[in-house]
């Protein structure tokens, strides 16, 4: 009996020994999602610009005698210039999420050109 009693005296101790408070395993808090950050805000004067460059070549062939050619001659036009302007307006979101606004914008283009082949149109009249 003496040696029943001290096995579960042993366990009692060593389960006693385990049961210390700072061995107790704390779930860590779980994080807070961080707030959404607020919707883009649309409202607000706005200005811009753009600048660019164009160019062409245009071939075509006249298919019969007219004021601009003889039959079946051909032509062609090389084109390149700058472009070039601006855009300015006003937008404005409710609370609703709707979008209203005005703008006003302009270009320029200066496109030169000259015929390829160094011909001249002939006419007749």
């Known amino acids: 009996m003496k040696k029943l009693l ?3 005296g042993l ?3 060593l389960l006693a020994g385990h049961a210390n ?7 860590e808090p779980v994080p807070v999602a961080p707030e ?3 919707a883009d805000d649309w409202t607000g004067f706005y200005l811009g610009g753009h600048l660019g460059w164009a160019w062409d070549d245009a071939e075509w062939t006249f298919t019969n005698d007219s004021f601009w050619g003889d039959d079946g001659s051909g032509r062609s036009l090389d084109l390149d210039g700058f472009i070039g302007g601006g855009q300015a307006g ?3 979101q409710f609370q609703n999420d709707f979008v209203l606004g005005a703008d006003i914008s302009a270009s ?3 496109l030169d050109g000259s015929f390829a082949d160094d011909t001249v149109f002939r ?3």
Do not use: K, Q
């Not at 408070?21 to 779930?27: E, G, H, L």
């Open 6 to 8: 001290l096995s579960f």
């Open 11 to 13: 366990f009692g101790a």
């Open 21 to 27: 408070a700072a061995d107790f395993i704390v779930a």
């Open 36 to 38: 959404a950050p607020p």
């Open 90 to 92: 006003y937008w404005h």
């Open 108 to 110: 320029y283009t200066d």
């Open 123 to 125: 006419g007749t009249a």
